[in-house]
């Protein structure tokens, strides 16, 4: 979503300004094109060297270099984004009341691009009422600002005021400004990660998928404009996207009831849960105790949920859904979407130990009804996901 924007940071001076090292490798790691300027007292936390380094680009740091004129008002209209980061009490105060004594609020005052504020001080700074007043006066400008986090400050004091962290700026800045409309009006329905099927209070049947494959699919279908809502089974991932609803479930079949109700409203549903294909046939109120050598359980086969979805659907909702096998995996997985009536079908490869449960990488063959086919080669979840949406998109659009 960063490749090939062009990204403006701006440091003031803050203990701070460490993370803005890091943050402007993440941004040249996500492609993007970056450039630096700095307060003066910045210059006293950072090294303008590992910033030119990293950003590939001089910093500029006045508001002339030797005898050349540094050209605020270009800089401010290169950019497609300006980021205060950190943005100090001080520089702040300045931003509010339009001063413009050194380079950056040269910058800042010429700049025609939206500005991200993410501040950083101690907290009895961040709570005094001139500091209030001056973070609502840049709002009231048309700054956009990331609120300061909690935790140990530079003080060594714990509270309000951290500079907030360098991966959730890029998530930010990423949701708020760099959101493609491909799939903009559209409404999606995804699912991940794997159902518990209860036993007793104590125990389930479940499986290892950890909702890597899903969770990305959700947050690439959002960055391309989609409205999504995330069905997912007993998972430790969480999405940094706020636009996207999740609904958490347990069961094979909360996880039906909760698809069946959404549908409706969908244009895609893509079903990525490695949902239980049986289930205990009753639960126990209690916990069952050893007793027996051996112990056998009555399972009773769960609701296929792709399979209902098929059924359903309306010739304008197209349906994605995953085949995991370990034989004649073709013909399986074609037989699959063939018989759920799905559009397409992503068969996991299960052959590759980099891929599939657990692991942060795929090795994936997606299928299209009309018989159009792609190999993706083992490589990182959220490029497989990047991927399958391509190809969705490519076929949908076409039908
Ligand atoms: N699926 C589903 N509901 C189920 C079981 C599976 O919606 N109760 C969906 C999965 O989310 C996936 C597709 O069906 O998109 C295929 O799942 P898979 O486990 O590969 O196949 P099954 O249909 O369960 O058949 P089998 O286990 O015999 O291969």
Redesign the pocket.
């Known amino acids: 979503m960063l490749q090939g924007k062009k990204i403006l940071i701006g440091i003031s001076g803050s203990i701070a300004a460490y993370k803005s090292i890091l943050l402007v490798r993440l941004l040249i790691k996500a492609g993007a094109e970056v450039k630096v300027v700095m307060t003066p007292s910045a210059r006293e936390f950072v090294s303008p060297l590992v910033l030119s380094t990293l950003s590939k680009n001089n910093v500029v740091l006045g508001l002339a270099e030797a005898d050349e004129w540094a050209n605020h008002v270009m800089l401010g209209r290169w950019a497609d984004l300006m980021i205060m980061a950190p943005l100090s009490c001080n520089t702040l105060a300045k931003m509010a009341h339009g001063l413009c004594d050194n380079i950056l609020l040269a910058v800042y005052l010429s700049a025609t691009c939206p500005v991200v504020a993410v501040p950083a001080m101690d907290e009895d700074m961040w709570h005094h009422p001139a500091t209030r007043q001056n973070i609502t006066q840049i709002a009231a400008y048309g700054n956009h600002i990331i609120a300061v986090g909690k935790g140990e400050l530079a003080s060594g004091l714990f509270g309000e005021g951290r500079m907030a962290e360098p991966e959730d700026i890029i998530t930010y800045i990423t949701e708020h400004f760099f959101r493609t409309e491909e799939l903009k009006g559209k409404k999606v329905l995804v ?1 991940a990660g794997p159902t518990h099927e209860a036993i007793d209070p104590v125990r389930f049947i479940g499986n290892h998928s950890s909702g890597k494959m899903g969770f990305a699919l959700a947050e690439e279908l959002y960055l391309r404009g989609a409205s999504v809502v995330l069905v997912t089974g007993p998972s430790h991932l969480q999405t940094a996207y706020q636009g996207i609803t999740i609904q958490s479930v347990v069961s ?1 079949q909360d996880m ?1 009831d909760a698809c069946l109700d959404r549908f409706p409203d969908c244009d895609l549903a893509i ?7 049986y289930r205990p046939e009753s639960v126990a109120d209690q916990k069952i105790k050893k007793q027996n050598d051996h112990w056998s359980l009555n399972l009773v086969k ?6 209902q979805l098929g059924a359903l659907k309306k010739p304008h909702q197209f349906l994605a ?5 370990t034989q004649d995996e073709r013909a ?1 997985a074609q037989g ?1 979407m063939q018989s ?1 009536n799905a559009d397409i079908i992503v068969l996991n490869s299960l052959n590759d130990h980099n891929a599939g449960f657990g692991v942060d990488s795929n090795t994936v063959t997606l299928f299209h009804k009309s018989g159009a086919e792609e190999y993706l080669s083992n490589r990182p979840k959220k490029q497989v996901a990047s991927a399958i949406v391509s190809f969705i998109i490519k076929h949908w659009y076409a039908q």
């Open positions: 699912t094979a039906y079903m990525s849960a490695a949902v239980a294909d769960t609701k296929d949920i792709l399979k859904g995953f085949a995991l096998e399986n699959k759920k």
